[in-house]
């Protein structure tokens, strides 16, 4: 079983920042990426951020230069630094990891809950 869940979403006024974090546990061999997509009515959801095991990282546009995304090996996790928030930004924001796991030999996408972001006055 590989559980995936985040956390840091909440309430904030324009241009705040939060920093949301994503750990990963369970029976994983070996990640290949992390990343975070993002869904707000009544958008479809949408990659927000990237980060590859090589630690290459990739952006939507609308997010460069304002968030950034980071992980931690040692502890399974992954992190988004959100800077210069804006209206536009709120959504419920879901992490995801590319994995090996001890019970699926193949490459498995897993998905969080999702966690809430409000950019509001």
């Known amino acids: 079983q590989v559980q995936v869940v985040e956390s840091g979403g909440d309430l904030v006024q324009p241009g705040g920042s939060l920093r949301l974090a994503c750990a990963v546990s369970?029976?994983?061999?070996?990640?290949?990426?992390m990343g975070w997509y993002r869904q707000g009515p009544p958008e479809e959801r949408a990659m927000v951020a990237f980060?590859?095991?090589?630690?290459?990282?990739g952006y939507a546009e609308s997010v460069k230069g304002r968030f950034t995304i980071s992980k931690d090996n040692a502890k399974n996790t992954t992190f988004l630094q959100m800077n210069d928030l804006k209206v536009e930004d709120t959504a419920v924001y879901y992490c995801?990891?590319?994995?090996?796991?001890?019970?699926?030999?193949?490459?498995?996408?897993?998905w969080g809950q999702g966690t809430q972001v409000t950019v509001s006055s």
């Open positions: 369970g029976t994983i061999v070996k990640i290949m990426a």
């Open positions: 980060i590859r095991n090589d630690d290459s990282t």
């Open positions: 995801y990891v590319i994995a090996q796991s001890a019970t699926r030999s193949s490459l498995f996408q897993y």
